[in-house]
């Protein structure tokens, strides 16, 4: 077995390991009522069991790290998978630090979660080790993008404490119109994670599937002389096409259900390679996600969040909006120095100017002038509580959009970053 190898055994073992973990932490919250300990005593055990579990399961994912790191010759943090892999091992560690701090089992009923779904998330991408290009042939490759995870880590951390507190606060059955607004944000929030969960189900479930579409696409461009040039392009489908690519034909397709040919083309605007592609993953994400949400809600016969509410009973809310804080206010030097300053100088030495307006830097500097809000308005104004938990859930979007997003969506010099 080579060393690769062994790093992928790894890193399933550690997807298992979260996944038991998250599931423990599970009994350790509904088992409370029919345990015949005390719901305390029956909360420190099985947050203890789910805990080591978590440990065992971190312990995996440093494995898979450092045997991919000597086994490619290079910091596995160089493609979408590998930081997404990272980006998951960091919320580990920093889950780790906090609950060390605070000794909160049902924290883990919310991180680990949100740590399997990026572990899925990222096996959705190649996972091939590939040679690096010029650009990241740098020792700030290590630096910047460590930091900048390792900060964004505890974003996640706040934000799965900020969900927590909102989950624990808002009455689920109180009807006046600000309480009704309040559940409905949250149910939302809650719908858009499912959202993400029904789209790496769909990848798998199709890929498994070997679901296959090709399209031939023709790109016609005039150049400043008026000559017409015309490049012929392949794009692969792994999806069902709802949409086609613009001013494409279908090379082969496989049929599913009602779907024998594309039901519609992109249009014009958005007429790049992988444009239609993008269109038509997150449309199926979001019909995909909507019939599983709408499944949870036939099958608890209520709002998802209403479900979860009792669970957080005998949680201490201040405690809670105070775990959150403290996970950003540790993050938020940790991602400056590595989304901005670190990032700034690796952006001198490759590209001779600190900054350049590109999507990423842009949105780098969004998040860090977001979280410095935060901040002021945490420790000048006094947002505490329901605004604070807001802001940390909204925050973490942000992160998210400016991970994704840009990544998979703008065109930029971090584009190398993309599937």
Known sequence: ???????????????????????????????????NRSPEEHMRRWGRIAYG??????????????????????????????????????IMFAFIVVNAIYRKPLLGLFTLPLTVIIVAFA?????????LIPALQSIWLKVHVTTAATGEAFFAVGFAAGLMYLLRTVDFKKTDERSRREQRWVEFT????????????SVFAFRGAGYEATFTQENVEISDAGVDNTTT???????????????SQAASMDSFLFI?????????????????RKLNTITWSIING???YGLLRLALRKRIGASIHPLMDGIDEDD??????????????????????????????????????????????????????????????????????WLAVIGFVIVLFTLIGVNLVLVGLHSYAGV
Not at 13 to 21: H, I, K, T, V
Not at 69 to 89: C, D, K, Q, R, V
Not at 190 to 201: E, K, P, Q, S, T
Not at 233 to 247: E, G, R, S
Request: proline content about 5%; some cysteine; overall charge neutral.
């Open 1 to 35: 077995m080579s060393l690769l190898d062994f790093s992928s055994d790894a890193f399933i073992a550690a997807f298992f390991l979260y996944c038991f973990g998250f599931m423990f932490y599970g009994v350790s919250a509904l088992g409370r009522k029919w345990s």
């Open 53 to 90: 579990v978590s440990i065992l399961g971190f312990i995996a994912h440093v494995t898979f790290f450092v045997t991919r790191w000597i086994g490619g010759s290079h910091i596995p943090t160089s493609n979408m998978y590998e930081f997404m892999t990272f980006l998951a091992m960091a």
């Open 123 to 131: 096996a959705v991408f190649p996972q091939e080790v590939q040679p």
């Open 190 to 201: 809650l719908y858009v994670i499912i959202i993400i969960i029904a789209f790496i189900g």
């Open 233 to 247: 392009d392949t794009v692969v489908y792994t999806l069902p096409p709802i949409f086609k690519p613009y001013n």
């Open 260 to 276: 024998k040919e594309p039901l519609m083309e992109t249009p014009h605007w958005m007429k790049g390679v992988n444009a239609a």
């Open 290 to 292: 909507t019939i599983l």
């Open 320 to 389: 809670i909006d105070e775990i959150s804080y403290r996970a950003i206010a540790i993050g938020y030097p940790i991602f400056m120095l590595g989304a901005l300053i670190f990032a700034m100088i690796w952006a001198y030495i490759a590209w001779s100017r600190f900054w350049g307006w590109d999507p990423k830097e842009v949105w780098a500097l969004i998040t860090w002038l977001y979280y410095t809000a935060y901040l002021h308005l945490r420790l000048s104004r006094g947002w505490h509580g329901s605004k604070s938990a």
